[in-house]
């Protein structure tokens, strides 16, 4: 009897050792948006197996001299952090930084599987 209940035991650590956890996002580029100083700023955020793979800022109207270190930095910054939070706050530009964040945040939730 001990050693059906050990076999029985070590099926089931088996077995759900290879579960495969329940995926949160679904795989594909999603869109948001988020209020800049100037105007809304839209990125698209791409997942993949529930991972951040690439965030575009496709369009805003900040002004370059000001905004451009956050345009180039922070989308890099959410991809390695794999996520908003942690991420650098860009003296001056504190509105396209949150505009980014904010447009991020709703892309991740249109992603998310309900």
Known sequence: MKKIMSLMLLIV???SACAKTPQIYHDGT????GEGK?????VTVTFVND????VVVTAQ???PDIAQAVLDALPEQIVENQGT???DVFTGSSYTRDAIIAAVEQATENARIK
Do not use: H, M, S
Not at 51 to 54: A, D, Q
């Open 85 to 87: 939070d942690d991420v």
């Open 38 to 42: 100037k105007g809304p700023v839209a």
């Open 30 to 33: 999603f869109e948001g948006v």
């Open 13 to 15: 650590f088996v077995l």
């Open 61 to 63: 109207e900040e002004t």
């Open 51 to 54: 991972k951040i793979t690439e």
